[in-house]
């Protein structure tokens, strides 16, 4: 991983990130940092994209999913193709 381009990527996401906890209720704020912990430590591909796969079924709010979609992605160096068949 090449952290000089990938710094400001994540400098971005906490910036979003604090804007967003100010919008979120604390329960939902709770659930979304447990995903984001799991992303960020690269666990199960897979397990990440089933939670987020279940938050799109539930109904949270596109901005939310987007998001975590994005440090997904900056976290596994791309999406995999597969993983949207």
Not at 7 to 15: A, F, G, T
Not at 46 to 75: D, N, P, W, Y
């Amino acid at each position: 991983m090449n952290i000089p381009i990938v710094k400001p990527l994540l400098d971005y996401h906490n910036n979003i990130c604090y804007e967003i906890k100010k919008r979120n209720s604390e329960r939902d704020n709770k659930k979304l940092h447990e995903l984001e912990h799991v992303i960020n430590h690269a666990e199960s591909p897979k397990e990440i994209f089933e939670a987020l796969t279940v938050k799109m079924v539930r109904g949270t709010r596109i901005e939310t999913i987007l998001r975590l979609m994005c440090l997904f992605s900056i976290t596994q160096g791309g999406l995999k193709s597969d993983m949207f068949e």
